[in-house]
């Protein structure tokens, strides 16, 4: 399989895989946010659970909170996200009700 540039620089996958929502070796093209988390769930099939902490500033106790989005997102078999990993996930169009981000870098 050939593996295609996404635009952006990532570290490529070292493994092939044969997904067409793939953004390396299928048809899928990245658009939009990029973002970065860790995997909170990896229990669905070819998908994962992206959590990103944020930091809020509460004005009237003039103190921070923290807040939390968990963001569904798209993993492909060359990549292979799994629990507690940093992930790098980029906007895509929309794989399914839930998914519209796919997983473009695993960090060590």
Not at 10 to 21: E, G, Q, R
Not at 98 to 107: D, G, M, N, Q
């Amino acid at each position: 399989m050939v593996m295609r540039n996404i635009g952006m620089e990532v570290k490529p996958p070292k493994k092939s895989c044969d997904d067409t929502y793939c953004p390396f070796h299928g048809s899928l093209s990245i658009r939009g946010k990029i973002l970065q988390g860790v995997v909170a769930s990896s229990k669905m099939n070819k998908a994962v659970v992206v959590r990103r902490d944020t930091l809020h500033y509460v004005p009237k106790y003039m103190r921070y909170e923290k807040r939390s989005s968990r963001i569904n997102a798209h993993n492909p078999p060359c990549i292979d996200a799994k629990e507690g990993d940093k992930v790098k996930i980029a906007e895509c169009r929309p794989l399914s009700k839930t998914v519209a981000f796919v997983v473009i870098e695993k960090e060590d």
